[in-house]
């Protein structure tokens, strides 16, 4: 008994030596689209300042929406911009508003694991609407087929895969959805969460590509870095100006250029189905939400001073994980915006 | 029982014509009264669980009412809740479980309490309580890398070629869900329906078997058609048991289960289970209605365990009684 | 009559042989079990494993140190907290209580035991996470503790009602307090159970997942002291095993390779500890 009772107290006595060590540490949740970039991110900084540790963990964007109102995480992480009940909700329950910040701009990209092909598939507005809304069910579908001809598409069970929980990548996809069907906007809509016509849920991102890898046949939709990383064939989309477009840096940064010059003062803003011959139409702007009052000084300065580096020395590695720069003008008024974190 | 507190050997004055003080300074009160507080905290904690379900759930409560157990939808966007997709996946899945544990676990049980040398026994025994205390997360990696690709590949495949015309096995089989959940679910309890089984047959009073077989029964008549109805209902003890155990599992089910709120005749179909759905949106949740309506989820999965657990024990309880005691013919 | 004692005969030698079929399958699942796990995990374990952190996503390398430390904090709070509530309220029961209590607070017990671990993971969450606007290690070590109450109160109770009436009559009569007794005799005589107690409930909540996800919540780096969010293994396990990424499944494995071996090598010392000194006489 007394021994036991040693080893207890010696862990600890461990544990507060951790306690000891005067590092800041920040907790940050939400988004599973920018991981890779964010996890990039703050190894990063951690190493160029090793007294600060930004923990990011990804939940899902309705996840970081959720735990920055509650305020149980320092800042929140959210491809689907707040709505203006979340927003009235923060500022109901804070007293002060919160602030969204774009990062990176990314892009959701069709991904499949078809055995036998190996091609890129051309997907049209249709394809995509029908084959989510459970009316298109096997690969061999004229809707499917007539875009790529020349692709042995055989006649299995098309397995949709869809995201499981509150997630910033399904309102990037559900928006686009509902922009181009009339069918999907009024049966469906657009959210971090809904009600899914048919398929499988998948956790994050990560869950979602790991099931598509695994199962034949299926289809979803991922975060192009997810889909690169494991080495997971995506298609090509057809977008506003009819033309099939594959998600890359060049067409990302395309889709964003109208939205540059006119970005509201909120930064909150859709650019999924953005006009454009050159523009990849399911391409988002992803948000760091930080609470504009941030009583702790040095989480505060450390937070401002994360987000000055990531629009400055951060944009320079976006593009290895794929990834596009934010526009200038963005970067230039986001800046600005900082000063308004007290 | 606390039958100590009757036996004061009377070395000294009895305990109500001393002072409260030096009853004190003895430490007795004292030791009586933390250990008391500790005792209560424990029922203080319990109670707070209910409590904090009940209100937690306050909204879709007065929203929906009972109407939140007869719909199927699962809808935030339009912020509407229903619960049956859950049960029934959660039902389901613990039915299959079940289906197959029940028959496997009481044989092995069988096996070990009526066949097996006593050595040979308790050794089978020890395994099988280190398998009941492998860890759910653990299941759920077997069942995504190892269960579910061999569905996939062989055994729906198997099971559509000879039984596809059934209604449980129509439809593609992806691997994932309700049927692999169930398997998964089914090796987890099987430890808990033996353990408890065994006990209860092995504590099956000796006469009843040597009176079967001084009749002319043979070994499996005397097991099957006296001892094992001796012991039903421990043995429907171990069932409801490993029932509680099946309905409340989380991490191996909401792995290889397929997180879609679906309510579906075929087992190859994906589905969810309260458990599991919680676990998956309760940190996303955004908005009270959809937070609290899986807080109601939780308080409908906790009242069922409940109720469960309650009848596992008394039915335990019961034969080992029967068993001991009384016999009632 | 012979050929329809032969065929009962057949039928009594089948029927024990598929029973002796049954318990071999379900034995078998253990080292099946086993066997996948160091198959897959022994090959990816490294010194990495053990002493690095976590990389960043999609870069290999990475470890699980601050996971081990993590679980590690996480169940010394959970023994800190759970232990006494047990073990005390189980002394109330076995010496102080009246019938009608020793009822409510067993019934109590057997209901938090029977909890679903995800609903305990709610109730932490409303009561600690909430309300300190905090993910940290203490609301961790809370849901878990709560785990190892039950376990802990009905196991110590069961060996202190089984120390024989003649050692606390003897200790009565040489004029010893009801509370000296207690802690001079009888909890000594009934330590083996009570520490095999304690031990198979630190085993049980050492695996749990599902109270860590809404409480621990999870950390990439150290966590440093009690009240940050911390890593654990067996929420680690979670997270990587669903992932596409082939290290992190490996990780995985390693992960639970780890876990299982400590559970299962915890589970075989409770049992060893309690057939060398028998307390309890055999149902």
């Not at chain 2, 197959?100 to 009481?106: C, D, N, Q, R, Y």
């Not at chain 2, 129509?170 to 398997?183: D, E, H």
């Not at chain 2, 792995?255 to 589905?271: C, D, E, H, K, Q």
């Not at chain 3, 509370?179 to 001079?184: D, G, L």
Request: glycine residues 10%; aromatic residues 10%.
């Amino acid at each position: 008994m007394k021994r036991f009772a040693a080893v207890l107290f010696g862990t600890l006595g461990l544990a507060a030596f951790f306690v000891a060590r005067a590092a800041l540490s920040i907790t940050g949740a939400g988004a599973t689209f920018p991981y890779p970039m964010y996890s990039k991110w703050f190894d990063e900084y951690h190493k160029k300042d090793s007294n600060i540790e930004i923990n990011y963990q990804s939940i899902g964007s309705g996840g970081g929406i959720k735990q920055v109102t509650e305020g149980t995480v320092d800042f929140g992480a959210s491809d689907g911009p707040m709505n203006d009940d979340q927003l009235k909700a923060y500022q109901d329950k804070h007293g002060f508003p919160i602030l969204h910040f774009p990062t990176v701009l990314g892009a959701d990209v069709p991904t499949y694991n078809i055995p036998g092909v190996t091609q890129e598939l051309n997907f049209t507005q249709d394809a995509l609407a029908g084959i989510f809304l459970g009316k298109i069910t096997k690969w061999n579908d004229p809707a499917i087929t007539s875009s790529n001809k020349g692709v042995n598409l055989p006649a299995n069970d098309i397995l949709v895969v869809h995201r499981a929980e509150g997630s910033g990548t399904t309102y990037i996809w559900t928006d686009y959805l509902s922009k181009i069907s009339e069918e999907w906007k009024t049966k469906v809509g657009k959210a971090t969460a809904v009600k899914w016509p048919v398929g499988l849920g998948g956790q994050g991102n990560e869950g979602v590509s790991g099931l598509i890898k695994q199962t034949p046949n299926s289809f979803g939709y991922v975060e192009l870095i997810y889909a690169i990383q494991n080495k997971m064939p995506y298609g090509r989309v057809r977008n506003s100006s009819g033309e099939f477009i594959k998600a890359d840096l060049a067409s990302v940064t395309a889709a964003a250029a109208g939205a540059a010059k006119n970005m509201p003062d909120d930064f909150r803003v859709s650019i999924t189905d953005a006009p454009g011959k050159a523009a990849y139409p399911i391409s988002s702007f992803t948000w760091l939400l930080i609470p504009s009052k941030i009583p702790d000084a040095g989480k505060r300065d450390a937070i401002k001073g994360f987000v000055k580096w990531a629009l400055a020395d951060g944009q320079n590695l976006v593009e290895s994980l794929s990834y596009a720069k934010l526009p200038k003008e963005v970067v230039a008024k986001e800046t600005k915006a900082l000063d308004m974190i007290q | 029982m606390a039958a100590t507190s009757t036996i004061v050997p009377s070395a000294g004055p009895t305990v109500s014509s001393r002072s409260f003080l030096s009853r004190l300074r003895d430490g007795d009160e004292i030791a009586r009264l933390v250990t008391f507080l500790f005792a209560a905290s424990v029922v203080l904690v319990t109670l707070l669980i209910v409590y904090e379900l009940w209100l937690g759930s306050v909204l879709p409560r007065h929203k929906f009412g009972f109407a939140f157990f007869r719909t199927s939808v699962w809808d935030p966007v339009f912020e509407e809740f229903g619960a049956l997709p859950f049960i029934y996946g959660t039902l389901v899945t613990s039915a299959v479980a079940l289906l197959i544990a029940v028959p496997l676990g009481i044989g092995a049980a069988i096996f070990l309490a009526e066949l097996a040398p006593a050595r040979v026994s308790d050794t089978l025994e020890f395994f099988i309580d280190l398998l009941a205390a492998v860890p759910s997360v653990i299941y759920g990696v077997l069942g995504i890398f190892i269960i579910v690709p061999l569905m996939r590949e062989h055994i729906q495949p198997a099971l559509k070629d000879t039984l596809g015309f059934l209604p449980i096995f129509k439809g593609p089989g992806y691997g994932i869900g309700l049927l692999t959940a169930g398997i998964v679910l089914a090796i987890m309890v099987i430890p808990y329906i033996i353990s408890v089984s065994r006990e209860v047959l092995l504590s099956v009073p000796r006469d009843q078997r040597e009176a079967a077989l001084a009749l002319g029964s043979t070994r499996w008549e005397s097991t099957w058609k006296v001892v094992v109805p001796f012991a039903r209902t421990g043995i429907m003890g171990s069932i409801f048991l490993a029932l509680a155990r099946a309905l409340g599992e989380t991490m191996a089910v909401t792995m290889v289960i397929g997180n879609t709120p679906l309510i579906s005749a075929s087992l190859f179909s994906p589905g969810d289970s309260i458990a599991s759905v919680i676990a998956s949106q309760f940190k996303e949740a955004t908005g009270d209605l959809y937070t609290q309506s899986l807080i109601e989820l939780g308080l409908v999965l906790f009242l069922l365990t409940f109720i469960l657990n309650g009848l596992a024990r008394l039915l335990i309880v019961v034969t080992s009684q029967r068993g001991s005691g009384t016999r009632n013919a | 009559m012979n050929s329809g004692l032969r065929w009962r005969k057949f039928v009594s030698n089948f029927m024990l042989t598929m029973t002796g079929v049954c318990a071999v399958v379900a034995v078998s699942a253990l080292f099946f079990i086993l066997g996948y796990l160091v198959y897959n995990g022994g090959t990816s374990i490294s010194w990495n494993f053990f002493t690095k952190l976590p990389a960043p996503v999609g870069e290999n390398g990475g470890g699980m140190a601050n996971a081990i430390l993590g679980s590690a904090k996480l169940l010394a709070l959970a023994t800190l907290f759970g232990v006494p509530v047990g073990f005390l309220g189980a002394v109330y029961l076995a010496e102080f209580s009246g019938a009608k209590i020793a009822f409510i607070v067993r019934y109590a017990a057997d209901l938090l035991n029977g909890t679903p671990s995800i609903v305990i993971g709610i109730f932490a969450y409303t009561l600690v996470v909430h309300p300190f606007h905090r993910y940290s290690t203490y609301a961790g070590g809370f849901a878990l503790g709560l785990m190892m109450i039950p376990i802990t109160l009905r196991s110590t109770e069961e060996f202190l009602l089984a120390v024989p009436r003649t050692l606390r009559e003897g200790a009565m009569a040489l004029g010893a307090s009801k509370w000296k007794t207690i802690v001079s005799v009888i909890v000594p005589a009934a330590y083996r159970g009570i520490l095999t107690a304690i031990l198979l409930a630190f085993a049980r909540v050492a695996g749990e997942t599902a109270p860590l996800l809404f409480t621990a919540l999870g950390n990439r780096y150290w966590s440093h002291g009690l009240n940050e969010p911390t890593a654990s293994l067996p929420v680690m396990i979670y997270t990587y095993a669903i992932s596409a990424y082939d290290d992190w499944h490996r990780q995985a494995w390693a992960a639970g390779l780890v876990l299982l071996t400590l559970i299962l090598v915890i589970n075989i010392v409770a049992r060893a500890i309690l057939s060398r000194g028998v307390s309890v006489p055999r149902a």
